[in-house]
């Protein structure tokens, strides 16, 4: 692929205007969520899908989240239900994407959903995505800015030092509020768990009144986010560090020595916001190690430990 001038779009209307016509005519834009920086490409446009993969050397049998400016653009592709009308009115827009049958005929690419008969969709809360979106006018497939496996992105600096010279632009909006993908359930028959994400197990089990089955498993890739090794920087990481060792970039939590502190209060919120981030920033070229305090597997630090397990995975 040849080497791309990557423009960065200012937050304004001539940044939003630049951004979709570059999605109308086929090319790539990252653009920031409340999540993470999403890389957009017009999920209608075969080749502007086949970009995003080529561009983030994503293996082609993990699917894409499409993403949509309302309700009722999204019920236009799928087939929508009750359960899914009742987490719709909990959480969008927000940070949880919905895996449900699509519809026939729908005109999006086959790439999107990795030829499964499902489509994964999301409203984005961020401002900046809603009105993009609104004025594309059209579905947007956009999993994160970031090369394939590598850290997710939360600022567009992120984004350039990963995919500079791939995509058209980014639009800049600044730092991610929630700095963790969104969760993503599957409702294609009793409401499964995908992903972990920026919604809580517990709260999306408590608008449902069931729980999830849990399928997160590498084995299913009904959804982005399931690959074992993904999330993942350079260097090796080392979890549940309670005893630090001479030559590692310590990333802390809590009332601990360290390098970077994700929480110094314990505040889940807040490590989650941190998490790429300080991950980025010691991912330094060093080389070093990085070692992770502990942190409590309940509420959003069960997103917070499935994004770390996939980071220290062994690499493919």
Known sequence: M????????????????????????GGLVSFPTETVYGLGADATNDTAVARIFDAKGRPHFNPLIAHFADIEMAKRYVDWTDQAQMLADAFWPGPLSMVLPIKLNTGLSPL????????????????????????????????????????????????????????????????????????????????????????????????????????????????????????????????????????????????????????????LIEAAANLFHHLHSLDNGSGKPIAISPIPNSGLGAAINDRLQRAAAPRP
Not at 3 to 17: C, H, K, P
């Open 2 to 25: 040849s080497i791309l001038e990557t423009r960065r779009l200012s937050a304004d209307n001539v940044g939003i205007t630049a951004a979709s016509e570059i999605l109308w005519d």
């Open 112 to 267: 999107v959903t990795a030829g499964l008969p499902s489509l994964a969709i999301r409203i984005p809360a961020h401002p900046l995505a809603r009105k993009l979106l609104a004025q594309a006018g059209k579905p947007v497939a956009a999993p994160s800015a970031n090369p394939s496996g590598k850290i997710s992105p939360t600022t567009a600096d992120h984004v350039l030092s990963g995919l500079s010279g791939k995509i058209e632009a980014v639009l800049d909006g600044g730092n991610c509020d929630v700095g963790l993908e969104s969760t993503i359930v599957g409702l294609l028959g009793r409401p499964t768990l995908f992903r972990p994400g920026g919604v809580t197990v517990e709260a999306i089990e408590a608008a449902l009144s069931l729980s999830l089955i849990n399928d997160t498993s590498p084995d299913t890739l009904l959804a982005p986010g399931q690959m074992t090794s993904h999330y993942a920087p350079g260097a090796s990481v080392r979890l549940n560090t309670t005893m630090w060792q001479v030559g590692e970039l310590r990333l802390g939590f809590g009332g601990v020595d360290c390098d970077l502190n994700l929480s110094p209060s314990g505040d």
